[in-house]
């Protein structure tokens, strides 16, 4: 449970961290809410030699009404977005999946950014970005800024598309005002991590869908989205909330299991949402 020696630098500007992620490359790591990068740390699954923490650049936690999307800050902490009143206008399904996230703690420490470059299929958030069609804008000292949709983000086992130059400053989430959601988690006690989880957002023409816990990477159920374009109605749908997916088996649920469970939750979220 003790981590491996590092350096320990803490930036006073996003421009002093870039410079440092550009000086040491694949050996640095960010540290922002920290609620991910320790314990992989402590169960020495990470080894940075240097870490850098950009936890107190306060001028990266915002929400802001950017015309037609929302603009947050990568260091807004889950709670700032759980109770910010922009997100519960225009985007109530981040606003949601956020307030489902550990226990209160959890939701004081942990950023948003931190938890969509952490990349994790278990995790809530990434599903919420994948289900309202958001973006990341990350930054590197020698690249400048570039856009990453969420269906580009998520690419392999806590891996994504970011470089170790790289970070993120903003999350983007289009407006999604007065139009059906719905987030469906399962998990055994109040602050655990979700057995499968759903996303759901309705879009002009049927709805967005993303799963939790249903595969290596957070992942969208196309086969769900495409069913209801077609004109299938939820419960029909939502049998197809598996395809194409590889959930693993651990202690809390089989392959079986978590199937099943995804087209429960997946009918459900959709019928919530306002799909018949
Ligand atoms: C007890 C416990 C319970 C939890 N339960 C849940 C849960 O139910 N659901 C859930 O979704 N999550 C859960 N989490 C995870 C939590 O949401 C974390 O806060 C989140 O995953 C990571 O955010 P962070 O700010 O702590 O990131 P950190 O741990 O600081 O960083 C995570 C990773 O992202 C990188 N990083 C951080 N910020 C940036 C950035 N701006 N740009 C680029 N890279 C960056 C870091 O280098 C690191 O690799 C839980 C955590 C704990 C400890």
């Given at each position: 449970?003790?981590?491996?020696?590092?350096?320990?630098?803490?930036?006073?500007s996003?421009?002093?961290?870039?410079?440092?992620?550009e000086?040491?490359?694949?050996?640095?790591?960010?540290?922002?809410?920290?609620?991910?990068?320790?314990?992989?740390?402590?169960?020495?699954?990470?080894?940075?030699?240097?870490?850098?923490?950009?936890?107190?650049?306060?001028?990266?936690?915002?929400?802001?009404?950017?015309?037609?999307?929302?603009?947050?800050?990568?260091?807004?902490?889950?709670?700032?977005?759980?109770?910010?009143?922009?997100?519960?206008?225009?985007?109530?399904?981040?606003?949601?999946?956020?307030?489902?996230?550990?226990?209160?703690?959890?939701?004081?420490?942990?950023t948003?950014?931190?938890?969509?470059?952490?990349?994790?299929?278990?995790?809530?958030?990434?599903s919420?970005?994948?289900?309202?069609?958001?973006?990341?804008?990350?930054?590197?000292?020698?690249?400048?800024?570039?856009?990453?949709?969420?269906?580009?983000?998520?690419?392999?086992?806590?891996?994504?598309?970011?470089?170790?130059?790289?970070m993120?400053?903003?999350?983007?989430?289009?407006?999604?005002?007065?139009?059906?959601?719905?987030?469906?988690?399962?998990?055994?006690?109040?602050?655990?991590?979700?057995?499968?989880?759903?996303?759901?957002?309705?879009?002009?023409?049927?709805?967005?869908?993303?799963?939790?816990?249903m595969?290596?990477?957070?992942?969208?159920?196309?086969?769900?989205?495409?069913?209801?374009?077609?004109?299938?109605?939820?419960?029909?749908?939502?049998?197809l909330?598996?395809?194409?997916?590889?959930?693993?088996?651990d202690?809390?649920?089989?392959?079986?299991?978590?199937?099943?469970?995804?087209?429960?939750?997946?009918?459900?979220?959709?019928?919530?949402?306002g799909?018949?």
């Open positions: 449970m003790i981590p491996v020696a590092f350096d320990y630098q803490r930036p006073t996003v421009d002093e961290a870039l410079a440092l992620l000086e040491h490359g694949d050996e640095a790591k960010l540290l922002a809410g920290g609620h991910s990068l320790l314990p992989m740390m402590k169960l020495r699954l990470a080894y940075p030699s240097v870490v850098v923490d950009v936890g107190r650049l306060s001028d990266l936690s915002y929400v802001d009404d950017s015309g037609d999307q929302l603009a947050i800050g990568a260091l807004t902490r889950h709670r700032d977005v759980e109770i910010h009143p922009l997100v519960a206008e225009h985007a109530p399904l981040l606003a949601a999946a956020t307030g489902h996230v550990g226990d209160p703690q959890v939701r004081h420490r942990g948003l950014g931190g938890a969509l470059a952490h990349a994790d299929a278990a995790g809530d958030h990434p919420a970005l994948l289900a309202l069609g958001g973006s990341v804008v990350v930054r590197s000292a020698q690249g400048g800024e570039r856009v990453i949709e969420a269906d580009d983000l998520f690419t392999g086992f806590l891996e994504s598309s970011l470089e170790p130059t790289e993120i400053i903003e999350i983007r989430i289009p407006k999604h005002t007065g139009q059906g959601w719905n987030f469906q988690k399962f998990n055994r006690r109040a602050q655990d991590w979700a057995i499968v989880g759903v996303s759901a957002q309705r879009v002009d023409g049927g709805a967005r869908v993303a799963l939790v816990n595969h290596p990477t957070p992942i969208r159920a196309v086969a769900v989205e495409e069913a209801l374009a077609d004109g299938a109605d939820a419960a029909t749908a939502a049998e909330a598996g395809d194409g997916m590889e959930p693993s088996a202690l809390n649920a089989g392959v079986d299991y978590r199937t099943h469970l995804a087209r429960v939750l997946t009918r459900r979220a959709l019928q919530a949402a799909i018949d």
